[in-house]
């Protein structure tokens, strides 16, 4: 009963007075002291710290969350992304497909701040408008860019006549520059720079509204859908 009341800071009356008792008390009392000071530091931060919620991540996602809306733009509903969604067999992208709205970004992005709302659009082309606008890079963004996105593939490419000499150099300094990601870093200069010229023509002139990344036709690009939050 003493050990006990020892745990939970309430011992009883006296222990035995024998040194062999004593001394089992006494490593008692230390381990009683080294148990209550972590439970207790680990229930005040569980009280004190707010828990984390999931995100949306998935398609999936938006039509399981209560509440949840999302919406894309009219230009992206024209193009290869209602081809996705129009034409796909997955119950889960019929279900996006017949809820999503079509608003611009400017409306959408406040939408997304306020709450309960995605805005389904290509990574690059939103990122670009949401740099530009809201935060000085991705990282410190007040948006929730999704890490599973869906891979929509429309292919463009160089055309040449069939058994030409050049075909395979052509192709293989292409995979050289894909894999030791020369065009991710070119994409990357060609992202950076377009902010940085939508933060400066908003600077020369506040009513000049800010123009979205589109090295090649958005439409034309295999990307990734993002979904932010």
């Not at 509204?209 to 295999?222: H, I, L, M």
Request: charged residues 20%; neutral net charge; aromatic residues 14%.
């Amino acid at each position: 009963m003493y050990g006990w009341g020892a745990l939970l800071d309430q011992p009883p009356d006296e222990p035995t007075l024998s040194t062999s008792g004593q001394i089992l008390v006494g490593w008692w009392l230390v381990f009683c002291v080294i148990v209550s000071t972590g439970f207790r530091s680990s229930l005040v931060a569980h009280l004190t710290v707010q828990g984390t919620v999931k995100p949306v991540e998935t398609l999936q996602d938006l039509v399981s969350a209560n509440g949840w809306q999302w919406s894309a733009e009219p230009w992206l509903m024209n193009g290869i992304l209602r081809e996705y969604f129009s034409k796909n067999n997955d119950p889960v992208v019929k279900q996006v497909y017949e809820k999503t709205k079509v608003l611009d970004s400017e409306r959408t992005l406040m939408k997304v701040l306020e709450g309960s709302f995605s805005f389904i659009s290509f990574k690059n082309y939103v990122s670009v408008a949401v740099a530009s606008k809201f935060a000085g890079s991705i990282e410190k963004s007040p948006f929730y860019f999704s890490k599973e996105g869906v891979s929509i593939m429309a292919v463009f490419g160089w055309h040449t006549r069939y058994g030409a000499p050049f075909q395979y150099r052509f192709s293989h300094i292409f995979h050289r520059l894909e894999d030791v990601g020369i065009t991710s870093r070119w994409k990357d200069e060609v992202i950076a720079r377009r902010i940085q010229e939508n933060r400066d023509a908003v600077l020369k002139n506040p009513a000049v509204k800010y123009k979205t990344f589109q090295g090649a036709n958005p439409q034309q690009e295999q990307e990734k859908v993002t979904y932010t939050e």
